[in-house]
């Protein structure tokens, strides 16, 4: 069989693992993904934070973005969290009954959030602050409104 069929699959960008994933800190429910951050922070996995606007692979970040690299102990796991499940496709024969899972559970942490993010297939490098370990974050924002006034 000639090389290049091997190559489309063992090359394909598609079936690559991620060097990193990049959390966008201008995603529509920036808190939620804060949340997504503290699940991963509680777990182990080391989390670094934009500290100015960045380009990676093309697209602008701004600062506050948080970026998790694939190169830590806690790899599978990470993976878990960000990368879609495959299920297998069981049949009990040809044109039969499904055969039943042992559980409904999802384990895709980031699609249960919606947490919007962007999987980076090259190693990666801006300004980053690594978050202390352990240390849980908060959203930065502010509450816009009044105060003191009464509506009657």
Request: some cysteine.
């Amino acid at each position: 069989m000639p090389v290049k069929y091997y190559d489309t699959i063992m090359k394909a960008p598609v079936l690559r693992d991620p060097r990193g994933f990049i959390i966008p800190a201008n995603q529509p429910d920036f808190a939620t993904a804060v949340k997504f951050v503290n699940a991963l922070i509680r777990t182990g996995i080391q989390i670094q934070q934009a500290t100015a606007d960045f380009t990676v692979a093309g697209k602008k970040y701004p600062a506050g973005s948080y970026v998790v690299k694939a190169d830590q102990a806690f790899r599978p796991h990470l993976l878990d969290m960000f990368e879609p499940q495959d299920h297998p496709n069981d049949f009990q024969y040809p044109g039969g009954p499904p055969v039943r899972p042992y559980d409904a559970a999802g384990w895709t942490l980031a699609y249960l959030m919606n947490v919007q993010f962007d999987r980076v297939l090259d190693g990666f490098d801006g300004p980053f602050k690594k978050l202390p370990y352990g240390e849980l974050q908060s959203p930065e924002g502010h509450v816009a409104g009044t105060a003191g006034v009464v509506i009657c």
